[in-house]
C-alpha cells in the first residue's frame, strides 16, 4: 500500500472519529441535579436544576428573584437578571415547573443558581385552578387561579380587595398596601386576571394574598 493511500486512510479514520464524537456531544443532554445534592463543591461548575417555582419577587430595576424546590425537598435561589429576562418569550409565574442550566454561585452564605441567557430558562406552566374547587383544607397553600374582576376595593391604608369571579365561584384576593405601591399593575373591574398567592382564611371565608406585584398578571383587559 502506497503512503499517499495510506495517509488518505488516516486522514478519513480521523474525520470519522471527529464526526463520531460530535454527534455523541451533540446528543448528549446533562442531567437534572437534585437540588438538595448541590452544596459548597458545585460553587463555579454549571448544572441543569427542575423544580416548581415556589417564590417570585420581583426588583425594580427589572431582575426576577425566583426559588425552586423539586421533589429532594432541596430550595434554591435563581436570580434571573434583566439582560435574560429581557429575552424571554413568556412569563414566569408562581407554581410553575422551571428548568435551569446554570452556574452555581454563593451570595450571602446562600447558593443560587444563575442563568447566563433566556435559553437557559425552560418553563411548565401550571394550569389555574378552579376557585369552586378551593377548600378550607388548602389554607396556607400557594394557589393559581384565573377569573374576571368583578369588585374592586381600596381598604385601610392603601391595602385593595379584588374579587374574582369564574364559572363557578368568587374569591376576594387582599394586595397588602406595600405590593400596592411597589410596581402593581391598573386592574380595573371587568378585567381577566391570573393571581398566584397564599389561601388564608379571614372573616371565616377563604382569601387570597398576594406578596408580591408579579404575582398577578392581566389575561384580558375590558
Not at 426576577?64 to 429532594?72: A, I, R, W
Not at 374547587?133 to 368583578?150: F, P, T
Request: hydrophobic content about 45%; overall charge negative.
Amino acid at each position: 500500500m502506497s503512503e499517499k493511500v495510506v495517509t488518505r486512510l488516516s486522514l478519513l479514520c480521523s474525520l470519522t472519529g471527529l464526526a463520531a464524537l460530535y454527534i455523541a456531544a451533540a446528543n448528549t443532554r446533562p442531567t437534572v441535579t437534585a437540588i438538595a445534592r448541590l452544596n459548597d463543591d458545585f460553587i463555579g461548575t454549571k448544572v441543569m436544576i427542575s423544580g416548581r417555582l415556589i417564590d417570585l419577587r420581583e426588583h425594580i430595576d427589572g431582575h426576577l428573584f425566583m426559588k425552586l424546590k423539586d421533589d429532594s425537598g432541596g430550595v434554591i435561589s435563581v436570580p434571573v437578571f434583566a439582560s435574560v429576562r429581557s429575552q424571554l418569550n413568556e412569563p414566569i409565574e408562581l407554581l410553575d415547573v422551571v428548568q435551569v442550566t446554570g452556574l452555581v454561585k454563593e451570595y450571602q452564605d446562600e447558593l443560587e443558581v444563575i442563568p447566563d441567557k433566556a435559553s437557559d430558562l425552560r418553563i411548565v406552566h401550571a394550569p389555574a385552578t378552579r376557585i369552586s374547587s378551593l377548600s378550607e383544607n388548602q389554607i396556607g397553600e400557594l394557589v393559581k387561579v384565573e377569573g374576571v374582576v368583578a369588585e374592586r376595593a381600596i381598604v385601610g391604608k392603601g391595602s385593595m380587595i379584588l374579587t374574582l369571579r369564574d364559572d363557578g365561584g368568587q374569591l376576594p384576593v387582599f394586595v397588602p398596601a406595600s405590593v400596592v405601591k411597589d410596581g402593581f399593575p391598573e386592574v380595573h373591574v371587568g378585567y381577566t386576571v391570573r393571581v398566584d398567592g397564599w389561601l388564608q382564611l379571614y372573616n371565616d371565608n377563604l382569601e387570597l394574598q398576594l406578596k408580591d406585584a408579579s404575582n398577578i398578571r392581566i389575561i384580558e383587559a375590558a
